[in-house]
């Protein structure tokens, strides 16, 4: 497609629930991210793929998130038994290559957790 | 460790008026600096970058930035500012080869 697609565009989900964010990156492009924006903050870093090989995922909060990029073109980000604090919007981006290019990101996913 | 600062949660300019929006960095070795633009519900926009060269960065939508090693700066700039530049900008730096450290972010509002 022209851009990175997300889905869905909001998540309301109840305090404990699994939910699952999906990226569909430009295509052909080889690198990944995903990134989490708190309300008034600014993106901060989660995990990044390089095709299907997740080759950093230091910034994922806790073990109750989890990335996976099974073929090296669609992500998803699951998010087991959710809580408050995980309220935010979660952006991807992709990139042709690493280092030095600007980045294109998705829309986002808005998930709120009641 | 890597970070940079946006000093101003929001600037107001007048329409026709030049607009800065400030940033500054603190970064072990050479900076790879950013700007980025988030519209009311839409992504992260790139706006230009710095990685060497020029000091003045010519960028999307007639933006500029100015790197500045010596204060460490990386400052936006717009010689005449339109209302629709109103929007939130994030400063970032390259932490390593592919992470980004953003800024909090400035929201820029342009009045007509």
């Known amino acids: 497609g022209a851009g990175v697609s997300q889905s869905p565009r909001y998540k309301v989900a109840k305090r404990g629930q699994d939910v699952a964010l999906r990226c569909d990156p430009i295509s052909g492009h080889v690198s990944l991210f995903w990134y989490q924006q708190a309300l008034g903050q600014g993106p901060e870093f989660l995990t990044y793929?390089?095709?299907?090989?997740?080759?950093?995922k230091s910034g994922l909060p806790s073990d109750r998130f989890f990335a996976e990029r099974p073929e090296g073109s669609v992500s998803t980000l699951k998010i087991q038994r959710t809580q408050q604090e995980d309220s935010a919007v979660y952006l991807c981006?992709?990139?042709?290559?690493?280092?030095?290019?600007?980045?294109?990101f998705g829309s986002g996913t808005r998930l709120t957790v009641v | 460790a890597q970070s940079v600062a946006q000093p101003e949660d929001q600037v107001n300019v007048a329409e026709g008026n030049p607009l800065t929006v400030k940033c500054t960095y603190s970064?072990?070795?050479?900076?790879?600096l950013f700007w980025y633009v988030q519209y009311p519900n839409r992504g992260l926009q790139f706006l230009l970058k710095?990685?060497?060269?020029?000091?003045l960065v010519k960028g999307s939508y007639g933006f500029e930035a100015e790197f500045n090693k010596s204060q460490t700066s990386f400052h936006l700039k717009k010689p005449s500012a339109l209302v629709s530049d109103s929007a939130l900008y994030f400063c970032?730096?390259?932490?390593?080869?592919?992470?980004?450290?953003f800024g909090t972010g400035t929201r820029l509002k342009v009045l007509a």
């Open positions: 970032a730096v390259f932490s390593g080869t592919y992470k980004y450290i």
């Open positions: 970064v072990s070795g050479n900076p790879y």
């Open positions: 981006a992709s990139s042709p290559r690493v280092p030095h290019s600007g980045y294109t």
């Open positions: 710095y990685i060497t060269g020029d000091n």
């Open positions: 793929f390089q095709n299907e090989a997740q080759l950093d």
